[in-house]
T-cell receptor, first 111, second 116 residues
Framework: TQLLEQSPQFLSIQEGENLTVYCNSS?????LQWYRQEPGEGPVLLVTVVTGGEVKKLKRLTFQFGDARKDSSLHITAAQPGDTGLYLC???????????WGAGTKLIIKP | EAGVAQSPRYKIIEKRQSVAFWCNPI?????LYWYQQILGQGPKLLIQ????????DSQLPKDRFSAERLKGVDSTLKIQPAKLEDSAVYLCASSLVTGGFNYGYTFGSGTRLTVV
């Protein structure tokens, strides 16, 4: 059972376009993290959101945690080829410090 | 600070052979994880250590996989004997947890295992 559903699974767009990827669950998380993974490397933490309704911005990336802490979104403005990668969301539910991982959204930005 | 170190980066073995992976976490990170990632999928937890004790190994195929974390620092993951379906990237991660909050994982670059 996939507790965190990411959509879309794959997205290919032109440089300069905007996009949003989603991370949804029926479970409540105490916090949610977004990672980006490039080919041949491990995932790299982008952001952690903790409070329901929280919005965090990282340059052209905007992360939002749902009010009920069950879902999250990542919006990229004016995408660039350097944004290409696998975007993973991961939710924390309890104090054993494990993360529940989504399957990822593979993003390709074409120049 | 130095990142999570993993070796080797690549390994090709024949089925039924054995293989071992090594991980050195970030200094001071008590929690260490081994993940298996199949191409195009999210990471799957194999085992979680807290210092040198196992917290969760429920998804570790114990008939062929083993892991240890000596002295609560470095860790090794072994597969013996390997099967074709073990072909994947094996990621090691460590995390700083304090006050009940996980500040995020730092991953190594992984070991890409190909079983032929």
């Amino acid at each position: 059972t996939q507790l965190l559903e990411q959509s879309p699974q794959f997205l290919s767009i032109q440089e300069g376009e905007n996009l949003t990827v989603y991370c949804n669950s029926s479970s409540v998380f105490s916090s949610l993290q977004w990672y980006r993974q490039e080919p041949g490397e491990g995932p790299v933490l982008l952001v952690t959101v903790v409070t329901g309704g929280e919005v965090k911005k990282l340059k052209r990336l905007t992360f939002q945690f749902g009010d009920a802490r069950k879902d999250s979104s990542l919006h990229i403005t004016a995408a660039q080829p350097g944004d290409t990668g696998l975007y993973l969301c991961a939710g924390a539910r309890d104090s054993n410090y494990q993360l529940i991982w989504g399957a990822g959204t593979k993003l390709i930005i074409k120049p | 600070e130095a990142g999570v170190a993993q070796s080797p980066r690549y390994k090709i073995i024949e089925k039924r052979q054995s293989v071992a992976f090594w991980c050195n976490p970030i200094s001071g990170h008590a929690t260490l994880y081994w993940y298996q990632q199949i191409l195009g999928q999210g990471p799957k937890l194999l085992i979680q250590f807290q210092n040198n004790g196992v917290v969760d190994d429920s998804q570790l195929p114990k008939d062929r996989f083993s892991a240890e974390r000596l002295k609560g620092v470095d860790s090794t993951l072994k597969i013996q004997p390997a099967k074709l379906e073990d072909s994947a990237v094996y990621l090691c991660a460590s995390s700083l947890v304090t006050g009940g909050f996980n500040y995020g994982y730092t991953f190594g670059s992984g070991t890409r295992l190909t079983v032929v």
